[in-house]
């Protein structure tokens, strides 16, 4: 189920995260294995070259981790694969979550589905 964030990425943070650009939809999740934030936008993917600590203080933001909490989204851990995927319009700044296999079917397609 896709779940509109009601935050938006801070100006600049893909750039500075290490998102090349190119895409509007972009998931951003972290990566067990290398212990990683990556990012996926169905036509590129990072994981080990991009800025780890931007997206840790992130999504521990108090707005962004209650938000997280709230509606047991899954984003990855050292421990644990991400069950969930954050998707950024590189164009609004507007975020969404959704289950791993529906992000990776909207940044491959980059369309938006379902209830936002």
């Keep these: 189920m896709l779940r509109k964030a009601p935050f938006t ?3 600049g943070f ?10 509007r939809f972009v998931a951003l999740f972290w990566e067990p ?8 936008d169905g036509a590129s993917y990072a994981c ?3 800025d780890n ?8 933001r ?3 981790h209650r938000w ?17 995927w954050l998707i950024a319009d590189a164009l609004t700044r507007d975020l969404y979550a ?16 379902g209830g936002a």
């Design 9 to 11: 990425l801070p100006p």
């Design 14 to 23: 893909l750039t500075a995260f290490g998102y090349p650009g190119g895409r």
């Design 33 to 40: 294995s290398g212990d990683e934030a990556c990012y996926d």
């Design 48 to 50: 080990g070259l991009c």
């Design 53 to 60: 600590g931007l997206f840790l203080r992130f999504i521990h």
């Design 62 to 64: 108090a707005d962004v």
């Design 68 to 84: 997280l909490d709230e509606h047991g989204l899954h984003l990855g851990s050292s421990d644990e694969p991400a069950r969930d």
């Design 98 to 113: 959704a289950p791993c296999k529906e992000a990776g079917t909207i940044v491959r397609q980059q369309r938006l589905q």
